[in-house]
């Protein structure tokens, strides 16, 4: 087969920023028709905070995607509806309980699956709705723009510095790591003219972007507490598989797209069918990492089950003999991941894998005799040792990233929140106002913003956010106080209430915020036992070095 050099250019990939934009993401929409998206986003934090994200995308119109233009444009409308739309599945905050809902509104639906669609990634958000296109530089004219220290977020779910930190991390990563894919591509074109230099030069420039990458990761504990993460961040980052526990048994149907002949449905069960099922964000959504073990040979199989190379001499025996490579990477788990990355990284990911042959050419260029010599002035044992460096550097960076689930999953979820224990407490009648006056059935045209249809119309009222339709809630009664109070609350008596539930969001069932028992499995928002499949993916690294 004749070997076409790859360019980063033709995959969307910046030879200076890699997988990020190479000019920073869009603020927001230039053209106004797409007000009622970016008025949303324009007090987002404040919104979800006082609970009034699904009555504003009930509220809003279906906007057509037809007005976007260029590929930043619709990488903004895809962040920006990422955000409403997981705001509005799981609803939470942390002073009401709200249920994860299972159905999204065409007012969103409708336009993020058309982005989704031109983007050519899954409708939900992933790593670069939330690292890739959410970013921006503080000064441009500082020494090195792209580093952590002048890079801020553009969005937040929870509003918080921890919530930015923790993105920022994976932003940096991938901005220091554009020299690695640089080296990458020169490694590729070097194994094909057979310049075993050239190779170790660039397996060297390899090894020096994942010491940044190990350097930034390393990093996560500055700025992002354990406990802000787990318990206020991370449920919005969920998906719709996996998530029975979290209250989304069937997935997500998504409204006027899934569901346009529903009223020709026999049953139930055949609507069901409709519903989608995506994995969440997830650092495996990154194409850098797969990247690297693409060009380093490495290879991951499905969870559970051990890989099918034995030996390194085993595998130089195929290939001496057989001229065949190693057995392609069999785990589902990353393959699907792919479909999660936009379209050009996933192909550049596709292209590599069929001309990349960078392990294959250390493996027949030292042979076991040379490799005991201990030379250190051969090509042959500089050129080992750069691309065992890689693999160590791979090993290390999977071993911080086991560190931080553990310590930003595991133990929060097998801890519990601290928070103190709440009584309940009897509130005088009149220092309730009144419910607001029903208005979701006015005249329909005081709701048409800017032309389209309104979303989410065909919805049932939700008693949740519309406490009006519920007759038990429009006078309640008790309030929450906290025990630790030492002052005296007036006017308000102790109930004789004796066993309060504890703080939605908190105690409990909360979505993925949740108390775990000893010995449940902790779900990554993919969705995965995520110990096990990092683990098993640290080790399939480890065994790769020669």
């Not at 931080?404 to 309940?424: L, T």
């Not at 008693?463 to 009006?468: L, R, T």
């Not at 109070?485 to 308000?492: A, G, V, Y």
């Not at 108390?515 to 098993?536: C, E, V």
Request: charged share 20%.
């Amino acid at each position: 087969m004749l070997y076409t050099p790859l360019r980063l250019e033709d995959y969307d990939i910046s030879p200076i920023h890699g997988f990020l934009p190479s000019e920073p993401p869009l603020r927001r929409l230039p053209d106004p028709y797409y007000t009622p998206w970016e008025h949303i986003m324009e007090r987002f934090n404040q919104f979800v905070l006082a609970h009034q994200i699904r009555r504003l995308v009930r509220k809003m119109p279906v906007l057509s995607t037809s007005r976007l233009s260029t590929q930043s444009e619709y990488q903004r409308a895809f962040c920006i509806l990422s955000f409403i739309a997981h705001a509005y599945i799981w609803g939470r905050n942390g002073a009401v309980a709200e249920p994860a809902l299972e159905f999204l509104p065409a007012s969103i639906s409708i336009p993020w699956v058309e982005t989704a669609d031109f983007l050519q990634l899954n409708p939900v958000v992933c790593c670069a709705a939330v690292c890739h296109w959410n970013w921006q530089i503080l000064d441009e004219n500082a020494e090195d723009p792209m580093d952590i220290s002048n890079l801020g977020t553009i969005h937040t779910f929870s509003g918080s510095t921890d919530e930015s930190w923790f993105y920022l991390v994976t932003t940096a990563i991938e901005a220091k790591c554009a020299r690695g894919l640089n080296a990458i591509i020169a490694a590729v074109e070097a194994v094909e003219q057979d310049n075993i230099n050239k190779v170790t030069l660039s397996l060297q420039q390899m090894a020096l972007s994942l010491v940044d990458a190990n350097f930034i990761l390393e990093r996560m504990y500055e700025r992002c507490d354990p406990y802000v993460f787990y318990w206020k961040i991370r449920a919005f980052l969920a998906g719709w598989e996996n998530m029975a526990e979290a209250g989304l048994p069937n997935g997500v149907l998504y409204e006027g797209v899934d569901d346009t002949d529903t009223f020709s449905l026999d049953n139930w069960q055949s609507l069901i069918r409709r519903f989608r099922k995506y994995a969440g964000g997830s650092a495996a959504q990154t194409p850098l990492l797969q990247a690297f073990d693409i060009a380093l040979g490495i290879k991951h199989y499905p969870t559970g089950q051990k890989g099918q190379q034995s030996s390194v001499a085993d595998a130089r025996d195929r290939l001496r003999n057989r001229g065949i490579p190693e057995p392609p990477a069999a785990n589902s788990y990353l393959v699907q991941m792919r479909n999660y990355m936009p379209g050009g990284h996933r192909r550049f990911l596709e292209d590599l894998a069929g001309t990349c042959r960078v392990r294959e050419y250390v493996l027949l260029s030292c042979s076991d005799s040379l490799l005991h010599l201990g030379r250190t002035d051969d090509p042959r044992v500089l050129l080992r040792r750069a691309y065992n460096d890689c693999v160590d550097l791979m090993k290390s960076f999977r071993d911080k990233h086991i560190m931080i689930v553990s310590r930003y999953i595991i133990a929060p979820a097998k801890s519990g929140p601290s928070i103190p224990q709440r009584v309940a407490v009897t509130v005088p009648s009149q220092t309730v106002p009144p419910a607001p006056e029903n208005r979701a059935h006015g005249n329909h045209a005081s709701r048409q913003m800017l032309g389209g249809r309104t979303g989410g119309d065909s919805l049932p009222a939700d008693s949740i956010m519309y406490p009006q339709t519920n007759t038990s809630a429009i006078r309640p009664t008790e309030v929450q106080a906290t025990k630790s109070l030492s002052w005296d609350l007036p006017i308000m008596k102790r109930s004789k209430t004796t066993s309060p539930e504890p703080l939605a969001g908190h105690g409990g069932r909360s979505g993925l915020a949740r108390k775990l028992d000893d010995n449940a499995i902790a779900r990554g928002t993919g969705g995965t036992d995520a110990i096990q499949f990092l683990k098993q993916v640290r080790n399939e690294t480890a065994h790769t070095k020669i």
